[in-house]
């Protein structure tokens, strides 16, 4: 069996995160530049952080060594080359569009995905507030097919880790809109601005993770709009620092709705698999929801990028 040792992208890169963040953090402070944050809360993120760090360090492996068995089943041996390189990249950002969507529409994903919204500031340090469970979501599945096509694992970590880089600068406020070719290639902070918003008209959009082209293919793209300034957070706002809380709210709540007393088996496997908000009774607000109550509220907005026509129903 292949054996390929590359370079840990991410770790390499902590330096850059550390020296970031103090500068983004300076600029606020001093006016520099927009942006919050709060003392309390960006402790909350580095410990999240850390806890993603050790989590992978202890679990990680398992997912990379059941990749690694399904390697001797490859339909092709890609090999080492500056193409397979960049294709493996491009592949695997397309699976982390995939991988993300998922994450936003089913609640069994979202239980891990959750805690990386859960602050209602948006600054360089958010970037830090990982899942701690992210391996018992099984969404490493999505990455076989590229094993079967002949990309070995470690090429496809190595190449995500370039993708997750990407992903730590778009974290920010103090930035605003790039040129205008850059935007629409590549995710950037008011793409990714978007995507943490709670506003009805920004929710479930701009999934990207570095190139916004599959959000602008796949018709899942929301532009920023100055008159309509992001609101972070999630729709429920946690109310607490509190990481132990932070990384399993969700999966408390929703074995809490999977084993409720009086419900069908159907209900309680929708409760895994429907989107965060469903209930078996109506009585809680989806996404689908929030945008029909909006735009029934501002018939003008109707239609626009994010929202539905007015009289929409909302899915199910």
Request: proline share 5%.
């Amino acid at each position: 069996m292949d054996d390929y040792n590359f370079p840990e992208v991410t770790q390499l890169a902590i330096p850059f995160f550390v020296a970031a963040i103090l500068i983004e953090l300076w600029l606020v402070r001093t006016g520099r530049a927009k942006g919050s944050f709060e003392t309390r809360d960006t402790l909350t993120s580095l410990m999240m952080g850390t806890g993603n760090v050790v989590a992978g360090l202890l679990l990680g492996v398992v997912s990379y060594w059941a990749l690694l068995w399904l390697w001797q089943f490859r339909f092709f041996n890609l090999g080492l080359s500056v193409w397979v390189f960049l294709a493996a990249f491009l592949l695997d950002d397309l699976r982390y569009y995939v991988y993300h969507r998922i994450a936003h529409r089913v609640r069994w994903v979202w239980a891990e995905h959750v805690n990386h919204h859960s602050s209602q500031h948006y600054n360089l340090s958010t970037a830090l507030r990982q899942s701690w469970t992210g391996l018992f979501t099984f969404m490493f599945v999505l990455q076989a097919p590229l094993v079967l096509l002949g990309f070995h694992p470690a090429v496809i970590a190595f190449t995500f880790g370039f993708n997750l880089v990407w992903q730590f600068w778009i974290h920010t406020e103090a930035i605003g809109k790039m040129w205008g070719w850059f935007e629409f290639i590549f995710n950037t902070p008011s793409h990714h601005r978007v995507h943490h918003a709670t506003n009805p008209r920004y929710l479930d959009a701009n999934y990207a993770g570095t190139l916004i082209i599959w959000d602008r293919m796949f018709g899942t793209f929301v532009e920023e709009l100055e008159e309509d300034r992001p609101r972070y957070g999630i729709v429920k706002n946690l109310g607490t620092f509190n990481p132990l809380k932070v990384a399993f709210h969700e999966w408390i709540g929703m074995f809490r709705d999977v084993f409720a007393p009086g419900l069908t088996l159907s209900d309680r496997f929708n409760y895994l698999i429907k989107p965060p908000g469903w209930s078996h009774d109506g009585s809680r607000e989806t996404s689908e929801s929030l945008k029909a109550a909006y735009v029934r509220r501002n018939p003008g907005e109707a239609g626009k990028p994010g929202l539905p026509m007015a009289g929409a129903e909302p899915a199910e």
